[in-house]
């Protein structure tokens, strides 16, 4: 399982599971360690299927299989314009995957 990119523009980070098998990312954590760090904490029972990928949404919606939502308020923005470090940490707080980008205006 890792981070496959942040899309800052649109509020979305897709997390990509590569393997034969089904992940349980109940309690796994998705980080920013931008201006304010803050965390996404995935629900429990939530499973990534083999060769499946999830968004992960900033704002308000409906989890489902293929998307989970922070419902955070639209005027908190969480992934920098300027960049920013998206962590995946699992249930045990061990480092899964990151992934960082920079932009330039």
């Known amino acids: 399982v890792r981070v496959m ?3 800052p523009d649109r509020e979305l980070v897709y997390i990509i599971n590569n393997d034969n098998t ?3 990312m109940t309690d796994w954590r998705l980080i920013s360690k931008g201006d ?8 429990a029972h939530f499973h990534l299927g083999a060769s499946s990928i999830v968004r992960v949404h900033t704002y308000g919606g409906v989890d489902s299989s293929g998307d989970v939502y922070w419902n955070l308020n639209t005027f908190e923005k ?11 940490v699992d249930a045990q707080n061990r480092l899964v995957s990151s992934f960082s980008y ?3 205006k």
């Open 36 to 43: 304010k760090p803050v965390w996404y904490v995935f629900p």
């Open 78 to 88: 969480v992934w920098g314009d300027n960049g920013d470090t998206a962590s995946l």
């Open 102 to 104: 920079a932009r330039w």
């Open 22 to 24: 089904e992940v349980d």
């Open 5 to 7: 990119t942040v899309d």
